[in-house]
């Protein structure tokens, strides 16, 4: 644009338009704000997963300032909890969708482990190509913990610390379902202690109780890692044995038990003897469920009680329990 001035002379003045960069001025300000002020923890990473930016909440929750880990890759924040497979799945997900949503647990720069949930977005190039990775985190973990001790209520025996009949009862149903497809056979073992009610009556719950946790921890310590061993109610406790393909194999089990079982229980103020009687049955040789392969070793159990206790007796072929006496 140009004007005349007053001694006839011309004057240029030029005009740019600058709406459209103070818009993005504003913008940028506007996403600093939101970037600071949010409560929950935000980390921008590069196309190569290098952090180039993280917020207050970042800071607040992890303990790591922005220089300490700008550049750097967000690994470092890593708890090892998830496996590869995870982070595999996680990844294809991202990738192929441009968003993944869930939650895992990471570690503090003092080492104390927390849980996240976690929303993952691909912010993308106009080509198509990455531009940056925008994750946003919520602190969990409290609630993370408050769930696991309302799980581990439902699902294990506060006395003995053992699993529940609910939990053995959905591991022994998996065990069958593998069982099935591979072939395998396993053999469940129904455990009564013998004159626990007599020492419960004697010295009372307390005692009753402590004897029940030393039945378990010797019960416990007669089967291997991959096998199961649980409360069932009571005096009562339940194994599960995966893998034994011979009699002869689940024989030197139940003989260790009953042997552990008849020895001398020092309580304390107190030392109590009692034995125990087991019942076996096999799947699928005596059932093709969870819930009828129990009730059958329930029934091997009483006669074990019934021929005089301290002893283990199978269920033969004709549901009648076939008895080994151990002395």
Known sequence: MSYADIR???????????????RQEAESRLSALVLNKSTAAIVVTDANNCIVSVNPAFTQLTGYAPSEVIG????????????????????Q????????EGEWWNRRKDGEAYA??????????????????VKIASDITDR??????????????????????????????????????????????FIDL?????VNDEFG????????????????????????????????FVVLLTGLTETSQVDIVAGSIIDLLAQPFDLGSVEVSISG?????????????????????????????????????YLSFNNSPDHKIVS
């Not at 529940?164 to 593998?178: M, P, S």
């Not at 310590?221 to 069932?232: E, F, K, L, N, Y």
């Not at 087991?278 to 005596?286: F, L, M, S, T, V």
Request: positive net charge; glycine residues 8%.
């Open 8 to 22: 006839g002379g011309v004057i240029f003045v030029f005009v740019r338009d600058i709406s459209e960069r103070k």
């Open 72 to 91: 750097r890759n967000p690994n470092l924040i890593s708890s090892g909890k998830q496996s590869k497979a995870f982070y595999q799945s996680m990844w």
């Open 93 to 100: 997900t991202l990738m192929e969708t441009g968003h993944w």
């Open 116 to 133: 996240e949930q976690v929303n993952l977005n691909i912010l993308r190039n106009p080509d198509g190509s990455v531009y940056r990775y």
């Open 144 to 189: 993370k913990r408050m769930d696991d001790k309302v799980w581990k209520l439902a699902n294990y025996d506060t006395v003995t610390n053992l699993p529940n009949r609910r939990l053995f009862l959905d591991r022994l149903e998996q065990e069958i379902r593998k069982c099935h497809r591979s072939g395998e056979s396993l053999a469940l073992f």
């Open 194 to 198: 013998d004159r626990f009610k007599e």
């Open 205 to 236: 719950h307390d005692m009753g109780d402590c004897l029940l946790v030393e039945a378990a921890r010797r019960i416990s310590g007669c089967i291997r890692g991959s096998d199961i061993v649980a409360r069932h109610g009571g005096d009562e």
């Open 277 to 313: 009687s087991i019942g076996i049955a096999r799947y699928p040789r005596d059932a093709a469920d969870e819930r009828t392969l129990i009730k059958k070793a329930d029934q091997a159990m009483y006669q074990a009680k019934r021929d005089g206790k301290n002893r283990f007796a």
